[in-house]
């Protein structure tokens, strides 16, 4: 039963680009939130950029110019268009869904189904 299935990642040098995927099973995630998420190693889990059932998204701070999230709700399938990646990029890169709400909140405890993680590792 499984829902969430993360795709795409794999070893790059800084500088470099990746483009994350996550098939989801069901219609009904897209109409909620639907994010990427990255936990480093030994640290806690960090939210990466979200988007809402509109299409609105948001990102982390550090990502943004270089990160896109975006959906394919034809294909069942979020993405995450990754550019100029740094090695503090390096981490588990988690694709998960609220599907409570349309909009997003940027809390991890409220993303109540979760991928089993894609690793991507940056080096300098």
């Known amino acids: 039963q499984v829902q969430l299935v993360e795709s795409g990642g794999g070893s790059v040098q800084a500088g470099g680009s990746l483009r994350l995927s996550c098939e989801f099973s069901?219609?009904?995630?897209?109409?909620?939130?639907m994010g990427w998420w990255r936990q480093p190693a030994e640290k806690a889990r960090e939210g990466v950029a979200t988007i809402d059932s509109s299409g609105r998204t948001e990102y982390l701070r550090s990502v943004e110019g270089r990160f896109t999230i975006s959906k394919d709700n034809a294909k069942n399938t979020l993405y995450l268009q990754m550019n100029n990646l740094q090695p503090e990029g390096t981490a588990m890169y988690y694709c998960?869904?609220?599907?409570?709400?349309?909009?997003?909140?940027?809390?991890?405890?409220?993303?109540?189904?979760w991928g089993q993680g894609t690793q991507v590792t940056v080096s300098s």
């Open positions: 998960a869904a609220d599907r409570s709400r349309g909009y997003c909140l940027w809390s991890v405890a409220v993303f109540g189904d």
């Open positions: 069901e219609y009904s995630y897209s109409r909620g939130c």
